[in-house]
């Protein structure tokens, strides 16, 4: 009978509170997903731009000694 019960759940129509429940879990992963990307892009541009202000310093410092 259990078996029965589990076949016949499988094929039929899930309610509109099952379907919502599970669209909701999905945007709470796509948000956190987005989120994560956001976090390496932002560390991304916080890298270059330190990078930035490394190599400027280092091209200033080198022009300076190729000019005496």
């Known amino acids: ?5 589990e076949l016949k759940n499988t094929f039929r129509k899930p ?3 099952e379907v919502a429940t599970v669209e909701l879990v999905e945007a709470e992963l796509a948000k956190l997903e987005a989120e ?3 976090d390496f892009a932002m560390s ?3 890298y270059n ?4 202000v490394r190599l400027k310093k280092f ?3 080198a022009t300076k ?4």
């Open 36 to 38: 994560t990307g956001r």
């Open 59 to 61: 091209v200033a410092a």
């Open 15 to 17: 309610t509109p509170l």
């Open 49 to 52: 731009g330190d990078r930035i």
């Open 44 to 46: 991304q541009v916080q």
């Open 1 to 5: 009978m259990r078996l029965w019960t």
């Open 65 to 68: 000694e190729e000019a005496k």
